[in-house]
Nanobody, 124 residues
Framework: QVQLVESGGGLVQAGGSLTLSCAAS????????MGWFRQAPGKEREFVAA????????YYADSVKGRFTISRDNAKNTVYLRMNSLKPEDTAVYSC?????????????????WGQGTQVTVSS
């Protein structure tokens, strides 16, 4: 059974940093693409970043490019999202997701597995 478990969320002041983790288990993810999404209250789920498990190529939403970094640790089967220069508009529940294949996708419906999410709150 595939499980994605996020951690690392919390409350941070604007301009601060947080690192989210997504521990993946239940299968081999070598042929998968991992993504981070976020959803603020009253808004649709929004793509943040993605990484190919094999090779490590990355792709970012324009809103976070240059501030967020997605990475993975193959030995720990964990994907990270390092968030710098946080803004109040980054406040949301952040979820990791996995989709089979190497194509990057910003569409939530194309992802096969989801974690439960972790809250990130950025105060002004």
């Amino acid at each position: 059974q595939v499980q994605l478990v996020e951690s690392g969320g919390g409350l941070v002041q604007a301009g601060g940093s947080l690192t989210l983790s997504c521990a993946a288990s239940g299968r081999t993810f070598s042929g998968y693409t991992m993504g981070w999404f976020r959803q603020a209250p009253g808004k649709e789920r929004e793509f943040v970043a993605a990484i190919r498990w094999s090779g490590g190529s990355t792709y970012y939403a324009d809103s976070v490019k240059g501030r967020f970094t997605i990475s993975r640790d193959n030995a720990k089967n964990t994907v990270y999202l390092r968030m710098n220069s946080l803004k109040p508009e980054d406040t949301a529940v952040y979820s990791c997701a996995a989709r089979q294949g190497a194509l990057f996708s910003e569409l939530p419906r194309t992802y096969d597995y989801w974690g439960q999410g972790t809250q990130v709150t950025v105060s002004s």
